[in-house]
């Protein structure tokens, strides 16, 4: 069994299924029951690995995503904690829908904050765009029909997504249903008419006038959704 290390500072694969890393002697399960397996992505707020969770007789895959901020000054970090906090909450809230991914955990360890989360077995949108190419108006069409549905409830919920584009929509395996994924953005508003600023946050290519001036609104979210075909 494979074990990744998730000291930063060391990141060893570890061979055996042993409890601390043979390189830097850190402990190697989560909360005695997530191992990380593999590296699976790094951004800005931290790095993303698939995992399993050994306390369940099927072992189930995961994701650890580990709270591990690139910026230094105390106001950004604050920042980045509070997002990353929001989107455990938000997971939290929302994971009860079937196509956004469950929160299994949320916890510190070793001085650092990780979250849990249901692992989704597909490919995004734009890897899927890669391998297969454009996407024609009836993939559209049903791409829309899938995920009108899963914002409605994400927007009955009193919350804007804020960063939807292919790489956050990732299509299921088994049913070939469309998760929305990463909420780490996201944002809960007291109305539509809020009329707060607030942090200008999103991707550039998808991201709605309003919001671009930190005014972002449910109408934002499907703004982003109309770039996101129109991208595809």
């Given at each position: 069994m494979?074990?990744?290390c998730?000291?930063p500072n060391?990141?060893h694969i570890?061979?055996t299924d042993i409890?601390?890393?043979?390189k830097?002697?850190?402990?190697?399960?989560l909360?005695?029951r997530?191992?990380?397996v593999?590296?699976?992505g790094?951004?800005?707020f931290?790095?993303?690995?698939l995992?399993?969770?050994?306390l369940k007789?099927?072992?189930?895959?995961?994701v650890?995503?580990?709270?591990?901020?690139?910026v230094?000054s105390?106001?950004?970090?604050?920042?980045?904690t509070?997002?990353f906090?929001r989107e455990?909450s938000?997971l939290d809230e929302?994971?009860r829908?079937q196509?956004i991914?469950?929160l299994?955990?949320f916890?510190?360890q070793?001085?650092?904050?990780?979250l849990?989360q249901?692992?989704i077995?597909g490919?995004?949108l734009s890897?899927?765009?890669?391998?297969?190419?454009v996407?024609?108006q009836q993939?559209?069409?049903e791409l829309l029909?899938d995920?009108?549905s899963?914002l409605?409830f994400?927007?009955?919920?009193?919350?804007?997504?804020?960063?939807i584009?292919?790489e956050?929509i990732i299509?299921?395996?088994?049913d070939?249903k469309?998760?929305?994924?990463d909420?780490?953005?996201?944002?809960?508003?007291?109305?539509?008419?809020?009329?707060?600023i607030?942090?200008?946050?999103?991707?550039?290519?998808?991201?709605?006038?309003?919001q671009a001036?930190?005014k972002?609104k449910?109408?934002?979210?499907?703004y982003?959704?109309?770039?996101t075909?129109l991208?595809?």
């Amino acid at each position: 069994m494979i074990t990744q290390c998730l000291n930063p500072n060391c990141l060893h694969i570890n061979l055996t299924d042993i409890k601390l890393c043979e390189k830097c002697g850190s402990t190697l399960l989560l909360m005695d029951r997530y191992r990380a397996v593999s590296l699976l992505g790094q951004g800005g707020f931290g790095r993303t690995f698939l995992a399993i969770d050994e306390l369940k007789p099927s072992k189930p895959r995961c994701v650890i995503k580990q709270f591990l901020p690139e910026v230094k000054s105390k106001k950004a970090i604050k920042k980045a904690t509070e997002l990353f906090e929001r989107e455990a909450s938000r997971l939290d809230e929302l994971g009860r829908h079937q196509q956004i991914p469950e929160l299994l955990a949320f916890f510190n360890q070793e001085e650092r904050k990780y979250l849990i989360q249901e692992f989704i077995d597909g490919e995004d949108l734009s890897k899927e765009l890669e391998i297969k190419g454009v996407f024609n108006q009836q993939k559209i069409e049903e791409l829309l029909n899938d995920l009108l549905s899963v914002l409605e409830f994400v927007h009955s919920n009193n919350v804007i997504h804020r960063d939807i584009k292919p790489e956050n929509i990732i299509r299921r395996k088994k049913d070939n249903k469309l998760v929305l994924v990463d909420f780490g953005a996201a944002k809960e508003t007291i109305g539509e008419n809020d009329s707060a600023i607030g942090t200008i946050i999103g991707s550039a290519a998808y991201i709605a006038p309003e919001q671009a001036v930190g005014k972002a609104k449910f109408a934002s979210d499907l703004y982003s959704l109309g770039a996101t075909c129109l991208h595809l």
